[in-house]
């Protein structure tokens, strides 16, 4: 039995935790897009007062900030257009740099 329980506890230390993954894309390459593609209508800089020029854009860190947003929520809504947005979709070889930008403008949690 107690033979088991070790075995056990060894198999979840071998399964990857999702904390400890990788980031995903490179934060830096997802700033330099969204300047060129976003800024036209959201705020994406981390500076607090940079707003969105679009009063209906929300700023980058808003959208981070959001509860319960995930990478896999930002993957979700960028590649898909909106009804609030032109039709634009973010490339497949930018989107994880725009989400891994995105994401690092998460505030601490307390």
């Not at 209508?41 to 900030?65: I, K, L, M, Q, T």
Request: charged share 20%.
């Amino acid at each position: 039995m107690r033979l088991a329980m070790i075995a056990a506890a060894f198999a979840l230390y071998a399964v990857p935790a999702p904390a400890l993954a990788q980031q995903l894309g490179n934060a830096e390459k997802g700033l330099a897009y969204a300047r060129a593609h976003c800024g036209e209508c959201h705020g994406v800089e981390r500076e607090a007062e940079d707003f969105s020029p679009n009063a209906d854009a929300p700023d980058f860190s808003v959208v981070a900030n959001t509860p319960g947003m995930t990478e896999r929520a930002l993957a979700v809504w960028l590649q898909t257009s909106h009804p609030t947005m032109p039709n634009l979709i973010v490339p497949e070889e930018a989107r994880d740099d725009v989400i891994a930008y995105i994401m690092s403008l998460k505030a601490p949690k307390p």
